[in-house]
């Protein structure tokens, strides 16, 4: 499956950005999904993952309350609307597919999208 994301830009602090990973090759609906971030100088860390149904999610505590993963599979796409941005949160943002609901470490993914950056400006 090629995933593709987008949605990334520069943003002042407290502001939101809607996330989007679109795939194409194979449906979505047969993976679970994950969001990894990069800052730079720092290694890529887990973001929020969601169940291949959509019924079950998973959030890093840096982004609870704050970020939200949904998918809709009609548009095979997976979306990370962030909320409340803080300059912290600037990196690349990254979307993954695994076999495996929740991985948190990259290895746990079989297919990745090739980035989006998220600038957040104080």
């Known amino acids: 499956v090629q995933l593709q994301a987008s949605g990334g830009g520069l943003v002042q602090a407290g502001g939101s950005l809607r996330l989007s990973c679109a795939a194409s090759g194979r449906t979505l609906s047969r993976y679970n999904m994950g969001w990894f971030r990069q800052a730079p100088g720092k290694e890529r860390e887990f973001v929020a993952a969601?169940?291949?149904?959509?019924?079950?999610?998973y959030y890093a505590d840096s982004v609870k309350g704050r970020f939200t993963i949904s998918r809709d599979s009609a548009k095979n796409t997976v979306y990370l609307q962030t909320n409340s941005l803080e300059p912290e949160d600037t990196a690349v943002y990254y979307c993954a597919a695994a076999k495996v609901f929740a991985a948190v470490v990259p290895g746990g993914y079989n297919y990745w999208g090739q980035g989006t950056l998220v600038t957040v400006s104080s």
């Open positions: 969601i169940s291949r149904t959509g019924g079950s999610t």
